[in-house]
């Protein structure tokens, strides 16, 4: 049984931070990603991590605020999310590809920034 679990979501103003969890079940996972949808868009990739720590980044306006981490001992992703903007208001998910696919979701996490 494999399970991805998202927490650390909520409201926060423009300017805040927030740091998003995956908690992942069942198995290890070579690449476990964060992606978001806002209201009336299509889902977008935000960073993902590989099992060595690499990771990758959507644009650079993520790349400068948010930063993906990865402790496999818990097998846990982190998404710290730095000077929030309106824009990033969505409903975030974690993924995650047993080799190179997205194939497991998690039920995802609501971010509401405020302005």
């Known amino acids: 049984q494999v399970q991805l679990v998202e927490s650390g979501g909520g409201l926060v103003q423009d300017g805040g931070s927030l740091r998003l969890s995956c908690a992942a079940s069942?198995?290890?996972?070579?690449?476990v990603g964060w992606f978001r949808r806002a209201p009336g868009k299509a889902r977008e990739f935000v960073a993902s991590?590989?099992?060595?720590?690499?990771?990758?980044y959507a644009t650079d306006s993520v790349k400068g605020r948010f930063t993906i981490s990865r402790d496999n001992a818990k097998n846990t992703v982190y998404l710290q999310m730095n000077n929030l903007k309106f824009e990033d208001t969505a409903l975030y998910y974690c993924?995650?590809?047993?080799?190179?696919?997205?194939?497991?979701w998690g039920q995802g996490t609501q971010v509401t920034v405020s302005s």
């Open positions: 993924s995650a590809a047993p080799t190179n696919t997205w194939q497991y």
């Open positions: 069942g198995r290890t996972f070579n690449n």
């Open positions: 991590i590989d099992r060595s720590g690499g990771t990758t």
